[in-house]
T-cell receptor, first 113, second 113 residues
Framework: DGGITQSPKYLFRKEGQNVTLSCEQN?????MYWYRQDPGQGLRLIYY???????QKGDIAEGYSVSREKKESFPLTVTSAQKNPTAFYLC????????????FGPGTRLTVL | DQQVKQNSPSLSVQEGRISILNCDYT??????FLWYKKYPAEGPTFLIS?????DKNEDGRFTVFLNKSAKHLSLHIVPSQPGDSAVYFC????????????FGTGTLLAVQP
């Protein structure tokens, strides 16, 4: 059963701590993305990766870091430099670069206390 | 600078009637448009899309219309069902080597039984 998994569903961290959000896909998709959703706002792109070992900053990359060591995995680290980390984080993938349709995971709700 | 706008934060419709969700964009370079449906605390699911070379695309109860001269697209759902109640996001892409999606802020559709 192919899809995108994100874990955990809910995550709580203390202010000043780094936290890593997991994203795994078994769709054999080349491209992967991280978005952030805040109340009343659309999804905003944090980072994206078109192929393994390569990634680019999106519109709101400050305070975040990513890695793409394996095709199926694209973890996102929310660092202490991110000023407003509490949000709903969504991971997505698409078949290949240039292909428009993206498939989304279930999301992780991060709350920083 | 919001390139994709959904000016109606919410819409309420009676079951069986037509739901019309609207989306405006400012970037004339966009060449592909998508609609996603999202339930609370879940990832968005792809609904329907349209290329800029078309002005209409239909899939069952869902039809998307594109008016390039007005930079406007709309999603029609007919007949509306209570299960359609969700947040609907429109997204736009200008293709090329990357397929970054630019999302609108979403419209909450409530279908009343």
């Amino acid at each position: 059963d192919g899809g995108i998994t994100q874990s955990p569903k809910y995550l709580f961290r203390k202010e000043g701590q780094n936290v890593t959000l997991s994203c795994e896909q078994n769709l054999n998709h080349d491209a992967m993305y991280w978005y952030r959703q805040d109340p009343g706002q659309g999804l905003r792109l944090i980072y994206y990766s078109q192929i393994v070992n390569d990634f680019q900053k999106g519109d709101i990359a400050e305070g975040y870091s990513v890695s793409r060591e394996k095709k199926e995995s694209f973890p996102l680290t929310v660092t202490s430099a991110q000023k407003n980390p509490t949000a709903f984080y969504l991971c997505a993938s698409s078949i290949r670069q240039g292909y428009n349709e993206q498939f989304f995971g279930p999301g992780t709700r991060l709350t920083v206390l | 600078d919001q390139q994709v706008k959904q000016n109606s934060p919410s819409l309420s419709v009676q079951e069986g009637r037509i739901s019309i969700l609207n989306c405006d964009y400012t970037n004339s370079m966009f060449d592909y448009f998508l609609w996603y449906k999202k339930y609370p605390a879940e990832g968005p699911t792809f609904l329907i899309s349209i290329s800029s070379i078309k002005d209409k695309n239909e899939d069952g109860r869902f039809t998307v219309f594109l008016n390039k001269s007005a930079k406007h697209l709309s999603l029609h759902i007919v007949p509306s069902q209570p299960g359609d109640s969700a947040v609907y996001f429109c997204a736009a892409s200008y293709g090329g080597a990357t397929n970054k999606l630019i999302f609108g802020t979403g419209t909450l559709l409530a279908v009343q039984p």
